[in-house]
């Protein structure tokens, strides 16, 4: 599927892709800080969408081909400060976006998928706008406490150093940092992580736009009472080595959010490498399947309360 153009209101355009069959229930695939649409392999969302789900993956505001907004980035002492008054919207606002899709698209309720600030993203789009989500997974994500699922200070070189402007230098940097978060443990394929930079660089490669998402993720401070809210069936994934988002990040989300199930997957850092693919897909799948079976199995009445708005 060709990469599609979706108004979703306020002045943001987002770019999207399908996968699978349209009568099939909806899959949105919400990814991370200053990373595309594209992180979501191919070869991923066609396995999901043989599944039974019609996937949708989408940039996010101020990322590849989606709009991309004005104003500074954070400076470096406004980060460690963890100063709010950096940014230019604030993560709710990434979740209108995401309501925004859902809605113009006709897919509401979707299942929900979010990997690392995208989980936070998914996180808000269920506390906020419960409606439009049928499920939700949160990988490799956190609350916003700034006592859990904080980085290793070992990271912290290869995220603070700036992204090169020439194409190859910029690939080589990405592949830099990819060696520093991803998992070490388990087998990854370079020539993906090669792949995936040369293409995200080729879609777009402005420097200050994951600076705004990073201070957006900043503003919105400690989401745990927010996430309390959350009444969607939800499974909550986070690699035992993640060194960006450390475990305790998962464990304190999986706590927030009533009922959440906690899944901990052996040696997987912060990436999606193909060697956990079976996994994380397995995992997925038959959460969107319990939850549709439960839903299947209330009364109208329940089912139109449990979901407001809920189509048919």
Not at 57 to 78: C, E
Request: proline fraction near 6%.
């Amino acid at each position: 599927m060709s990469e599609q153009f979706c108004d979703v209101g306020r002045g943001i355009t987002l770019c999207y892709e399908t996968f699978g069959d349209p009568a099939d229930p909806a899959a949105l695939l919400v990814m991370g800080l200053g990373t595309q649409m594209i992180a979501w392999h191919e070869d991923f969302c066609r396995e999901l969408a043989e599944r039974g789900l019609h996937v949708v993956r989408f940039d996010n505001r101020d990322i590849g081909r989606s709009t991309h907004l004005q104003g500074r980035p954070p400076t470096v002492p406004q980060l460690l400060m963890r100063s709010k008054r950096a940014g230019v919207y604030t993560l709710a606002d990434m979740a209108e976006d995401a309501a925004g899709l859902l809605r113009e698209l006709d897919l509401a309720p979707a299942h929900v998928i979010g990997a690392s600030m995208g989980g936070m993203i998914a996180q808000t789009l269920a506390a906020r706008h419960p409606e439009t989500v049928r499920s939700l997974v949160s990988i490799m994500s956190n609350t916003g406490n700034r006592w859990s699922g904080q980085p290793s200070p070992r990271v912290y070189a290869a995220l603070l150093r700036r992204a090169p402007r020439e194409r190859e230098a910029f690939v080589a940097h990405m592949e830099g940092v990819f060696a520093a978060i991803g998992s070490r443990r388990l087998e990854r394929d370079t020539e993906d992580i090669r792949a995936l930079a040369g293409a995200s660089y080729d879609r777009d490669h402005d420097a200050e736009g994951p600076g705004r998402q990073l201070a957006a993720i900043i503003a919105s401070g400690d989401r745990t009472a927010e996430l309390r809210r959350i009444s969607a069936p939800t499974l909550v994934i986070h690699g035992t080595a993640d060194p960006l988002v450390a475990p305790s990040g998962g464990r304190a989300t999986a706590r927030a959010i009533p009922n959440a199930e906690l899944m901990r997957v052996k040696d997987m850092g912060h990436d999606l490498p193909r060697a956990v693919w079976p996994r994380l897909i397995d995992a997925i799948s038959e959460h969107a399947r319990a939850a549709d079976a439960a839903r299947t199995h209330l009364p109208p009445q329940a089912r139109a309360a449990s979901v407001p708005g809920l189509r048919g």
